[in-house]
T-cell receptor
C-alpha cells in the first residue's frame, strides 16, 4: 500500500501570511492532484501535476511536483480568509487506472 | 459540484436495512469512481466502474457492498444490511477517460451522500 502523508495536519495563520502544505510518499506516482474541500461538500480539483519537477501556479497558489514524483507541495502567498478549507493531495500510483490514493488532508484556517 | 450529481445528500437507515446511493456523472464522462470518507480520515477508494463493467473493486468490502453502472441511468452503490460502522460520507467522482499511464484526465467529485445508521 502506498501511503501519502500530508503535513501539517492543521495550520492556523493570520491574513497576509504565507503557508506551505506538504505531501510525501515513498512511492512514485504517475500524477498528483490537489483538491480543496469545504464542510458538507465534495473535493474541488485545484490542479493536476504530472511531470517530475513541474511547477504550476494558480493565482496565489503554487504547486510543485518533486523531481522523483514522490512528493508535492502547495504554497499559498499572502493568504486570505477565503483560502480557509481542507486541502487534500491525491496520487495516482503508476500501476493504477483510476485508484486515487488520498492523504488525510491539511485543515487551513486563515483569520482576518 | 463540478456537475457530478449525487443523491440523496443525506440518508438515514436503521441497522439491517438497505442503503442505495446514486451518482450521475458529468456529461460526457463514462468512468465513475466511489470513495468513502470516515470522520477524521481521508477518502478511501472503493470501486471504479465503466458503463456496464466493474474495472477495479479492490477497495470494496467483501460482503454487503455492491456497485453497478448500467448502460442507462446513474451508478448505484448498494449496501445491504447496514451496520453502524457504515456511517460515513460516500463520494462519487467521474472522468472522461481512464486515468493511468499517459492519461491525465482528472476526477471530478460530487458533494457526497452522508449516510447515518441508527
Amino acid at each position: 500500500t502506498q501511503l501519502l502523508e500530508q503535513s501539517p495536519q492543521f495550520l492556523s495563520i493570520q491574513e497576509g501570511e504565507n503557508l506551505t502544505v506538504y505531501c510525501n510518499s515513498s512511492s512514485v506516482f504517475s500524477s498528483l492532484q490537489w483538491y480543496r474541500q469545504e464542510p458538507g461538500e465534495g473535493p474541488v480539483l485545484l490542479v493536476t501535476v504530472v511531470t517530475g519537477g513541474e511547477v504550476k501556479k494558480l493565482k496565489r497558489l503554487t504547486f510543485q511536483f518533486g523531481d522523483a514524483r514522490k512528493d508535492s507541495s502547495l504554497h499559498i502567498t499572502a493568504a486570505q480568509p477565503g483560502d480557509t478549507g481542507l486541502y487534500l493531495c491525491a496520487g495516482l500510483p503508476t500501476d493504477s487506472w483510476g485508484k486515487l490514493q488520498f492523504g488525510a488532508g491539511t485543515q487551513v484556517v486563515v483569520t482576518p | 459540484n463540478a456537475g457530478v450529481m449525487q443523491n440523496p445528500r443525506h440518508l438515514v437507515r436503521r441497522r439491517g436495512q438497505e442503503a442505495r446511493l446514486r451518482c450521475s456523472p458529468m456529461k460526457g464522462h463514462s468512468h465513475v469512481y466511489w470513495y468513502r470518507q470516515l470522520p477524521e480520515e481521508g477518502l478511501k477508494f472503493m470501486v471504479y466502474l465503466q458503463k456496464e463493467n466493474i474495472i477495479d473493486e479492490s477497495g470494496m468490502p467483501k460482503e454487503r457492498f455492491s456497485a453497478e453502472f448500467p448502460k442507462e441511468g446513474p451508478s448505484i452503490l448498494r449496501i445491504q444490511q447496514v451496520v453502524r460502522g457504515d456511517s460515513a460520507a460516500y463520494f462519487c467522482a467521474s472522468s472522461t477517460q481512464a486515468q493511468g499511464q499517459g492519461a491525465m484526465q482528472p476526477q471530478h467529485f460530487g458533494d457526497g451522500t452522508r449516510l447515518s445508521i441508527l
